[in-house]
């Protein structure tokens, strides 16, 4: 399994960017992905997820909601986060990811502060794309 994320860069506030992750080694029917963003200093944190195919349950962290949109395209093996109206506080490195059990980040009973290292929580990440929103 392989990902590799880019589309990452400079934008100012209010703009938008749309990451992109090339998958590989694996199909969306057998594994959720999504998008974990950090910041240095800071745990890493989710920011979308869609359940594997045969569910497809898509979540939005509280920041992301009605501003990121997740969407994925089989045919490429490609799946995307665009992000609207960009402000100073998502400024991170931003991951694509991939597992069974991505989405149970964005469970209610899945509490972050007590779960220990994001990163060796689920199996595959891509290398990351920095996102830096400034003026």
């Known amino acids: 399994v392989q990902l590799q994320a880019y589309g990452g860069g400079l934008v100012q506030p209010g703009g938008s960017l749309r990451l992109s992750c090339a998958a590989s080694?694996?199909?969306?029917?057998?594994?959720?992905i999504g998008w974990f963003r950090q910041v240095p200093g800071k745990e890493r944190e989710g920011v979308s997820c869609?359940?594997?195919?045969?569910?497809?349950?898509?979540y939005y962290s509280s920041s992301a909601k009605g501003r990121f949109t997740i969407s994925n395209d089989d045919a490429k093996n490609m799946f995307y986060l665009q992000m609207n109206n960009l402000q100073p506080d998502d400024t991170a490195v931003y991951y694509c990811?991939?597992?069974?059990?991505?989405?149970?980040?964005?469970?209610?009973?899945?509490?972050?502060?007590?779960?220990?290292?994001?990163?060796?929580?689920?199996?595959?990440w891509g290398q990351g794309t920095l996102v830096t929103v400034s003026s």
């Open positions: 869609i359940t594997s195919n045969g569910d497809g349950k898509i």
């Open positions: 080694g694996f199909t969306f029917n057998e594994f959720a």
């Open positions: 990811a991939a597992d069974l059990l991505l989405c149970t980040y964005f469970s209610r009973a899945f509490e972050p502060s007590r779960a220990g290292k994001i990163s060796d929580l689920y199996n595959y």
